[in-house]
């Protein structure tokens, strides 16, 4: 199984600064043409179900303010949330969907400073 | 729209089964792929398996094999997941979500349940 490992488990940021989370995967999420990543970021707030944010490594979700960004490839993957606001604190999450099983990372919990 | 509706939350004792259903709405019901994901109190989202409604081919996590069945009504546009042998472990929240790309297996998930509560406690 691919293990996920996000950094760091919690952070706190300042409103309108910004808020950098990594990813790690066990093995490379590449597809086989080398051109699309099998990683996903999911937003998650108290009861309620994950929100897809971002797809292929760094496609934002329609609907998703452009504040929100995701780069990376291969194994290592980062969340940036240019300027903070109030209603980003929740939990993020990465996730492979490479090959079964998908999985997650244990998740970065956001919060205001 | 496009919406999941699911059962509401069980409590069961060790060793009994549960069985949750997912109703989906808004769109062509047979095309896209469904899977099951489960998270406990605290924890991050653990994957099940999935189910094809258009064929009922299912996969399971090699975690959860022989004792979850995942079934499908598409006359109801219902998908069903039974997990038998429950252990305390099992309590969780258990949603289930939709791959986003019609007729594709690997995809992220776009649409999901609002969760069922399932707690197994003697």
């Known amino acids: 199984d691919i293990v996920m490992t996000q950094s760091p488990d919690s952070l706190a940021v300042s409103l309108g600064e910004r808020a950098t989370i990594n990813c790690k995967s066990s093995q490379s999420v590449l597809d086989r043409s080398g051109s699309k990543n099998y990683l996903a970021w999911y937003q998650q707030k108290p009861g309620q179900p994950p929100k897809l944010l971002v797809s292929?490594?760094?496609t934002r979700e329609s609907g998703v303010p452009d504040r929100f960004s995701g780069s990376g490839s291969a194994t290592d993957f980062t969340l940036t949330i240019s300027s903070l606001q109030a209603e980003d604190v929740a939990v993020y999450y990465c996730?492979?969907?490479?090959?079964?099983?998908?999985?997650f990372g244990q998740g970065t919990k956001v919060e205001i400073k | 729209q496009v919406h999941f509706v699911q059962s509401g939350a069980e409590v069961k004792k060790p060793g009994a089964s549960v069985k949750v259903s997912c109703k989906a709405s808004g769109y062509t019901f047979t095309s896209y792929n469904i899977h099951w994901l489960r998270q406990a109190p605290g924890q991050r989202p653990e994957w099940m398996g999935r189910i094809s409604p258009g064929n009922g081919n299912t996969i399971y996590s090699q975690k959860f094999q022989g004792r979850v069945t995942f079934t499908r009504d598409t006359s109801a546009t219902t998908v069903y997941m039974e997990l038998n042998s429950l252990r305390s472990e099992d309590t969780a929240e258990y949603y289930c979500?939709?791959?986003?790309?019609?007729?594709?297996?690997?995809?992220?998930?776009?649409?999901w349940g609002q969760g069922t509560m399932v707690t197994v406690s003697s």
């Open positions: 292929w490594a760094s």
């Open positions: 996730q492979h969907y490479s090959a079964p099983p998908w999985t």
């Open positions: 979500a939709r791959i986003r790309t019609p007729s594709v297996l690997n995809d992220a998930f776009d649409i």
